[in-house]
């Protein structure tokens, strides 16, 4: 048959040089991934056998096999799966047609841990190319399950590939290695030595499903010639097991078979239900949020087994979005083994695990924050942003959510608090959880909003995650106690020590009336309102949304998601304790119709329009009526 060269494209050829000549920790790691990338294609077969997608397909006796060559310099890694058409080598491993590519070599630059680079290489699904870190030539055999072609696809790394179909093939794929000379100074082992690759199969691959079976060394003596070949791994599902009979350690490679990632998990949950349905399930909490999280490709759920057959890769079903993060295995017993995602959408035994899962997830999280706070601190610092998701789509769990989460808050710089801290600090006569929210704790803390509350000691929730706009709406209150926006509303802090008696407060609305009904009226294009206000202390305005209103940074998030929502005009309040409005106050009084008068009502709005962080809206009249302004006092 023909054989033809074809070259890589310029990220391929990165990697691959990257690959080759990068230094690494841990070279072993290369069998563990062509290993995985084996037992993958085994379940993939024998799911596609259940559905009767490949008529003809051998699935008797479904393996993998290790086979060293001491005299010729090669290893060879060999499964009997569901293999690769022509078509598929072109696509899948010519061309590295991965959108994670590139993000994998840019973190790879960046990443000084060689230990984490070496992991790396599975997160990004590379880890084929991984044996270029120990061979000086790869080359792949490789027939899919139903057909009577086979490819071959070899390459040295350099640049270029080539490709033959091949009328002869087993089934699956078989990938040799032609080793480099072992060089114990640069940690590159004899990868022909049974010894190491024991080694190399027991550390990571002893929970994989299928058999992984070292066939004796070719080039050996009469009696490693007769010998048979030798099952490497215990295949006992972890699962499956008391928990006292498997290690961390056994979990943690479990972890970044499932979740190919190089750090251990942060958490590690079990479950076992038994009764009327029976299932075992054993989930991970990442330490760490992975690069694509909030992307909407992100692949997210848990591997779905029934009776130990692996069904299905990245089950949705199994837990809700905002805990996409979680990754595991569920074992059920009483599913259908032909069960696909349409049935599993309809099934309530799904359903039940869904719930259990959820609530004991939830739970763990819970105790580490009482239990572990520095675990939970790392926890809610990766993943506190999308678990606050649940609290708008999951009202079933929102109280156990809530129990979960915590927030940053005036009360401390560094620590932060859950709702039912913030309740039991609150002030005598306080009815009110507030909240503010922004883009970050310092813009906050300076907005003219909180100014009233830092002088009268009321704690406020700071919150800067775009979700927190929306999901103290949907929340509404805790514990009887509603939450307020320090940026929405009048804010009445009464009771609280300084605050105007209401004799004072009408006689001042009294004299600031006929100011407040002219700015009104002066402004009306841009404010719904021109009033006192009772949150400022030190700055002269500022913009508040009305009690039922959306407020700015919500209005641009729907727009950002092709939602169409009018813009709402806002409320403009003033301190009438500050000079620069009493001046105005006077001067109005006096002289109401100076031209002057105009533009200072123009410039206090902009001002407090640019105080939280928005832009005035003709910033070029902005500028040159602060320029003129600059100019007269000079």
């Known amino acids: 048959m023909s054989t033809e060269t074809f070259e890589f494209q310029v990220e391929a050829r990165q990697l691959l040089q990257l690959m080759i000549h990068s230094v690494y920790s841990n070279k072993d790691v290369f069998l563990r991934e062509l290993v995985s990338n084996a037992s993958d294609a085994l379940d993939k077969l024998r799911l596609a056998a259940l559905r009767d997608d490949v008529p003809g397909a051998d699935v008797s006796d479904l393996h993998i096999e290790l086979e060293p060559d001491k005299e010729a310099r090669t290893l060879t890694v060999r499964d009997n799966g569901i293999g690769m058409s022509y078509d598929e080598v072109t696509r899948l491993i010519g061309t590295i047609a991965n959108s994670g590519t590139a993000k994998f070599l840019e973190e790879l630059r960046e990443t000084k841990d060689a230990a984490g680079a070496d992991g790396l290489i599975g997160q990004f699904g590379v880890g084929f190319y991984s044996g270029f870190m120990v061979a000086d030539e790869v080359t792949l055999v490789t027939r899919h399950a139903g057909e009577t072609e086979g490819t071959r696809w070899t390459s040295r790394g350099e640049g270029t590939y080539t490709l033959e179909r091949i009328p002869e093939a087993p089934q699956g794929t078989a990938v040799t290695l032609h080793l480099k000379p072992a060089d114990s100074e640069n940690q590159l082992h004899d990868y022909t030595s049974e010894w190491k690759i024991r080694e190399i199969v027991k550390r990571y691959s002893d929970f994989i499903t299928w058999p992984v079976r070292l066939l004796p060394e070719r080039g050996g003596d009469d009696a490693a010639e007769a010998r048979e070949a030798e099952t490497l791994n215990s295949m006992k599902a972890l699962w499956a097991r008391p928990r006292d009979e498997v290690s961390d350690d056994e979990y943690h490679e479990l972890y970044k078979h499932i979740a190919h990632d190089w750090r251990d998990p942060l958490e590690t949950i079990r479950l076992q239900a038994e009764g009327t349905f029976e299932y075992q399930a054993l989930l991970f909490v990442p330490s760490h949020a992975p690069h694509d999280l909030f992307t909407q490709g992100y692949r997210r759920g848990v591997q779905l087994y029934v009776k130990r057959v692996f069904i299905m890769d990245d089950c949705e079903e199994l837990l809700p979005p905002y805990l996409r993060f979680v990754k595991g295995v569920v074992d059920a017993q009483d599913l259908s083994l032909n069960v696909s995602r349409e049935i599993l959408q309809q099934d309530r035994h799904i359903r039940m695990i869904q719930r259990r899962l ?64 913030y309740v039991e600090r609150m002030k005598e006569g306080q009815n009110d959880i507030y909240y503010m929210t922004g883009e970050s704790r310092q813009a906050i803390e300076n907005s003219p909003h909180m100014e009233a509350f830092r002088a009268k000691g009321v704690e406020v929730l700071l919150l800067t995650d775009a979700v927190d706009e929306v999901w103290v709406d949907a929340v509404g209150e805790y514990e009887g106690k509603t939450l307020r926006s320090v940026a929405k509303g009048e804010i009445d802090l009464a009771g609280t020590e300084g605050d105007k008696s209401d004799a004072e407060k009408e006689k001042q609305g009294e004299e600031y009336a006929g100011l407040l009904g002219w700015m009104t009226e002066h402004l009306g294009e841009d404010v719904k309102e021109v009033r006192l206000s009772s949150r400022l202390t030190v700055s002269p305005a500022c913009v508040v949304s009305d009690a039922g209103e959306l407020t700015p940074a919500l209005e641009n998030m729907y727009r950002a998601m092709g939602q169409e929502v009018p813009s709402a005009k806002r409320i403009l309040e003033l301190n009438p304790e500050h000079q620069l409005v009493k001046t105005l106050n006077r001067a109005w009084t006096d002289q109401r119709d100076r031209a002057e008068l105009t533009e200072t009502a123009e410039l206090l709005h902009a001002l407090a329009v640019l105080a939280e962080g928005g832009r005035p809206k003709e910033p070029a009249r902005f500028v040159q009526l602060m320029a003129d302004r600059l100019e007269r006092t000079l």
């Open 358 to 421: 959820t609530k004991k997830v939830l739970s763990t999280v819970k105790d580490l924050r009482t239990s572990e706070p520095e675990r939970y601190a790392t926890f809610w610092r990766e993943f506190g942003a999308v678990l606050k998701e649940g609290l708008v789509t999951d009202s079933e769990n929102r109280d156990a959510l809530l129990a979960a989460c915590s927030f940053a808050s005036t009360h401390d710089a560094e620590e932060p608090t859950a709702l039912k801290g």
